[in-house]
């Protein structure tokens, strides 16, 4: 079935470090990937819309600039926040889909924390 | 706003006896569902999903019902096993946007 991998798990870093996060689709080519953050105890909040060769929708309250997403091939997109700080720690999670209203498979998400 | 709402945090029941998830939304436009499956630090597992054109589907022990007039939606786990507990997460997405808006989760434990 399909797989989507996300690398680091884990990332401590100090203060004002920029971080990177990758998401990938390992047996099929996702034309459109998304990223999530959780808080404790809280719901997946959708953060941005990642398609293939053009600039990610992002979600009202996200800063873009903070928050970049580069979709270069079908099979990769990358997270990168920016100049972390301690608030930007959470649960960030990828998801792909192969086609319009199918399932969105999850990767297993990368947990942040800034020091 | 919350969009997709879990009233129930928790639900403990028996091995063997049904399980029952409950969600409700207030977006008369959500037109897909799904529901999803979560350990601690990993990612949601997909279970099962429905389209607001159908009312059941089911899939093994596990059964999604929508209810479209009540905006509400459950999922049946039946015969509930041990390794069923998790979180479970039910999410509502409208069109082809496939943004998916998740409930806030309910955490399920099944004793043995």
């Known amino acids: 079935g399909a797989v989507v991998s996300q690398h680091p798990s884990r990332v401590i870093c100090k203060s004002g470090t920029s971080v990177k996060i990758e998401c990938r689709s390992l047996?099929?080519?996702?034309?459109?990937m998304f990223w999530y953050r959780q808080f404790p105890k809280q719901s997946l909040m959708l953060m941005a819309t990642?398609?293939?060769?053009?600039?990610?929708?992002?979600e009202q309250g996200v800063e873009k600039d903070k928050f970049l997403i580069n979709h270069a091939s079908l099979t990769l997109s990358t997270l990168t926040v920016t100049s972390a700080h301690p608030e930007d720690s959470s649960f960030y999670i990828c998801?792909?889909?192969?086609?319009?209203?199918?399932?969105?498979?999850f990767g297993d998400g990368t947990r942040l924390s800034i020091l | 706003d919350q969009q997709v709402k879990q009233n129930s945090p928790s639900l403990s029941v028996q091995e063997g006896r049904i399980s029952i998830l409950n969600c409700d939304y207030t977006?008369?436009?959500?037109?897909?569902f799904l529901w999803y499956k979560k350990y601690p630090a990993e990612g949601p597992t997909f279970l099962i999903s429905?389209?607001?054109?159908?009312d059941k589907n089911e899939d093994g022990r596990f059964t999604v019902f929508l209810n479209k007039s009540a905006k509400h939606l459950s999922l049946h786990i039946v015969p509930s096993q041990p390794g069923d507990s998790a979180v479970y997460f039910c999410?509502?997405?409208?069109?082809?946007?496939?943004?998916?808006?998740f409930g806030t989760g309910t955490l399920l434990a099944v004793q043995p």
């Open positions: 429905i389209s607001s054109i159908k």
């Open positions: 998801s792909a889909i192969l086609d319009t209203n199918q399932p969105q498979h």
């Open positions: 047996d099929f080519q996702a034309t459109t």
């Open positions: 999410a509502a997405s409208m069109g082809a946007t496939n943004k998916l808006i």
């Open positions: 990642s398609n293939e060769g053009s600039k990610a929708t992002y």
């Open positions: 977006n008369s436009m959500f037109d897909y």
